[in-house]
């Protein structure tokens, strides 16, 4: 059964700071990976999509990275603002039978303060 | 072209009440997947539909619970005799073929 983690749980930084959000799986026979940022009583929103082929995917200042063989993705975010304050999400989705199912981590709560 | 679409946005139900959540997907989109966000947990899948069909229903709990995708109108997920465990965000998103999941603003339930 897929495992998914996510390090830290939470994490407050000054406004400016490059960070990294961590999220690792247990079963490397995924069919993609995504990121998401979830804010306070809201919806989900998609931020990147990685596919199992992929090493990388890019959207301004936000980086994810892939290593399918060792179960880890890293969510890069640069220059951090006030407004990127939110849960952020690690989700996979399976193969074959489990096609179309995404595994969801537990979310790095992050804040960001002025 | 809208995103996802769920009504109601916020459910309270008394216990042993039954309670209706839509979902209308993306237009073009005809894959639809249900998931149950519990106090202080993760998101959970719960089934995955595409028109007139369950594809997968696995993470759906066994008694109460039943979704369906009519080949008109949105997607309905139906919680029959309600009790406080149910209380959640149920969330759906919906997809193309083999493309990223969407999601829609989630439905609250409270079940008093």
């Known amino acids: 059964k897929q495992e998914v983690t996510q390090i830290p749980a939470a994490l407050s930084v000054p406004e400016g700071e490059n960070l990294v959000l961590n999220c690792s799986f247990t079963?490397?026979?995924?069919?993609?990976l995504q990121w998401f940022r979830q804010d306070p009583g809201k919806g989900l929103t998609s931020l990147l999509l990685i596919q199992s082929s992929q090493r990388e995917q890019t959207s301004g200042r936000l980086n994810a990275s892939l290593d399918k063989s060792s179960g880890r993705s890293t969510l890069y975010i640069a220059a951090s603002q006030p407004g990127d304050s939110a849960t952020y999400l690690c989700?996979?989705?399976?193969?074959?039978?489990?096609?179309?199912?995404?595994?969801f981590g537990r979310g790095t709560q992050l804040t960001v303060w002025p | 072209n809208a995103g996802v679409m769920q009504n109601p946005r916020h459910l309270v139900r008394r216990r042993g009440q039954e309670a209706r959540l839509r979902c209308s997907p993306m237009k073009g989109h005809s894959h639809v997947y249900w998931y149950r966000q519990l106090p202080e947990e993760g998101l959970k899948f719960m089934v995955y539909l595409q028109k007139e069909n369950i594809i997968d229903e696995s993470g759906m709990p066994k008694e109460r619970f039943s979704a369906e995708f009519p080949k008109e109108g949105p997607s309905i997920l139906r919680i029959q005799q309600v009790v406080r465990g149910d209380s959640a965000a149920y969330f759906c998103a919906s997809s193309g073929l083999f493309y990223e999941q969407y999601f829609g603003p989630g439905t609250r339930l409270t079940v008093t």
């Open positions: 989700a996979v989705e399976g193969r074959g039978s489990t096609l179309g199912r995404l595994y």
């Open positions: 079963d490397s026979a995924i069919y993609n």
